[in-house]
């Protein structure tokens, strides 16, 4: 069963998310469990405050080390090798996300999810309790709690058993390194437009044969870089 907690300061913005489709149906079948927890749990003031100015000056505000790192503890323990989960920060400074990389934290599970917010982190609480910090795209979002429904999406799918079709997972675009190429589906007319007689032929070998080709002219019109990535790494 995968495991993920969820630590943030706007729990109820995965309140759907976690309801509706796939995410849904996998933790009601109970081959996921997610658990989404309140950071202000952890504060000890009498206003549950989770952030403060940053030293040095400057807009926004930066979220205190205190209650990160006795949540974090509290969910993982305190790092190091008896840590009884992974914990992963959603930051832009991370590492960015790829299908490899979702593959990979599926095999490091339970996860512990921590959504940063306002100018960031104090950079105590990577160094004290932080494993790993993970980004999904080079831009910049309000806080962590969209990326990281984007990485248990992601994660959610490759269980087995989640997809109505396993199949779909091992031809999906990433999983070979190249895009996926385009579909169909009825009518075989619409607004001019015919459906590629190849994929009516009834030839499966020839089916295949063609969706492999589109998938890499695909894959070299519009995500070049993927092609460049999948040559290093047959010479090495």
Known sequence: MLR????????????????ESMVGIAIRRGVVEIAVHDLRQWTEDRHRSVD???????????MKPGPLVAAIDSLAGPKGVERTARVVLLSPQGRRLDQ????????????????????GVDQRVIDLAVDEEISVGDYVLSGGEVPAMVLIEGMVRL???????????????????????????????????????????????AVDRWRAQQALE??????????ESKSHEDES
Do not use: W
Not at 6 to 16: N, R
Not at 52 to 62: R, S, T
């Open 4 to 19: 993920i907690e969820v630590l943030t300061i706007f729990p109820g913005l995965f309140d759907a998310f976690l309801r």
């Open 52 to 62: 403060d100015a940053p030293y040095g000056g400057g807009p926004g505000m930066v």
């Open 100 to 119: 490899p990389r979702l593959a990979g934290l599926l095999e490091r599970e339970p996860l512990v999810l921590v959504c940063g917010r306002y100018e």
């Open 159 to 205: 269980v087995p058993g989640v997809l109505g079709n396993p199949e779909s997972v091992g031809t999906e675009s990433f999983r070979r390194g190249l895009l996926e190429g385009p579909h169909y589906t009825r009518p075989p007319q619409f607004g001019g437009l015919s459906v590629p007689k190849v994929l009516c032929s009834g030839d499966h070998a």
């Open 218 to 227: 695909f894959t070299r019109r519009r995500r070049p870089d993927l092609l």
